[in-house]
C-alpha cells in the first residue's frame, strides 16, 4: 500500500506535472481500487484512482468514461492516465453521494435525475465490445449466496430440498433476466456511486463492469438499492415513470408494460442474492466487514417478494430465516 502511494506521488508530481499538492483519502470501495483527493495550492481539487494492474483493468474505465461523456453523461472528466501503472488522475464530482442526500423531500428530484440518465444510458449506450450478461454469469453471481453467505459465512447446512428450490428458483431468475429487452447495463448504479452535483446531476461513478443485459438491472439497482429502502407504493410508483420514460426514448414498447413489474421484481431477487453473497465473501475472504450491515435489508427484498409471489415462498422463508441470524450475530 505504501509503496504504491509512493509510486502514485511520483506520477503526480514527474509526469503528470503537479507541485506542492496533497493527498488525502477519498474513498475505497468493494473492489482494489482505491481513491484520493488531490489538493492543489490554489484550492482546486482532482481525484486520483490507485487501481492494481494485477487486479483491475482501467481500460475498461477509460474506453467507457470517454463513451458515456459523449453521450453527455456526467461521469468523471479524464485528466491524466497511466494505465500500465493503473493510475488515473480525474474530475472531481465532489463527496456528496445520493445515499447523503436523499430523503422524502429531495428523492423524487434526485431520482428523477437518475431515471433520465439511465433512459440516455439504456437508449444510446456503448454495445460493441461489452460482454453479455448470460445464463453462465447470472448464475455465477447467484451461486455467491449459497457459498459465501449460507456456507462460509453462516455454516449453515441446508436441506436437500432446499438445495434443489435454490435451483428451481435460480432456473426461474435467469429465464426471467434474459427473457428482457438487452441494453447497457452499468451494474452498480446506486447511491453510493451517484454524486449529488451543482449541475448536470448525477454524477455516474464506477461503471467499469457494463454488460449488454436485462433492462430491468440498473433500475432495480437504483431504486431497490442494498443502502438505503423505500416504501413499495413509491417504488412502484418510480418504476413507472422509468417505464413512460424508456416508452418515450424507444427502450421499450408498448406491449411490455404488462410484465415490467415481475421482470423487475425478480430482477431484484437475482441481484440482491448475488449482493449478501458478495457482502459475506467480503468479510470471510477479504478481511471486510463493513457491508455484514447491509445484509438484512438486501435480503429484506426477497423476503418481501416471497410473499407476493407464490413461486418465491420458499426462497423468502430461507432469507428470513438468514436475515435473522445475520441480525443476532
Known sequence: MAERLGALRGWLRDEVGLEGFELEPASGDASFRRYFRVTLPDGTTAMAMDAPPEQEVSASFVALDRQLARLGLHVPALRAEQLEQGFLLLEDLGSRHYLDALNDQSADRLYGDALGALVTVQALGPRDGLPPYDRALLLQEMALFRAWLVGRHLGLE?????HRMLDEVFELLVGNALEQPRVCVLRDFH?????????????????????????TYDLVS????????WPRERVEAWVAGYFQLALQSGVLPEQHERQFLRWFDLMGVQRHLKAAGIFARLKVRDGKGGYLGDI??????????GRLYPELAAL???CEKIVD???GQ
Open 191 to 215: 447511491s453510493r456511486n451517484l454524486m449529488v452535483t451543482a449541475t448536470h446531476n448525477p454524477g455516474i461513478l464506477d461503471f467499469q463492469d457494463a454488460v449488454i443485459g436485462p433492462v
Open 296 to 305: 438484512p435489508r438486501t435480503l429484506g427484498y426477497v423476503v418481501e417478494m
Open 222 to 229: 437504483l431504486l431497490k438499492d442494498c443502502y438505503i429502502r
Open 316 to 318: 423468502g422463508a430461507l
Open 158 to 162: 441446508l436441506t436437500t430440498e432446499e
Open 325 to 327: 441470524d445475520c441480525s
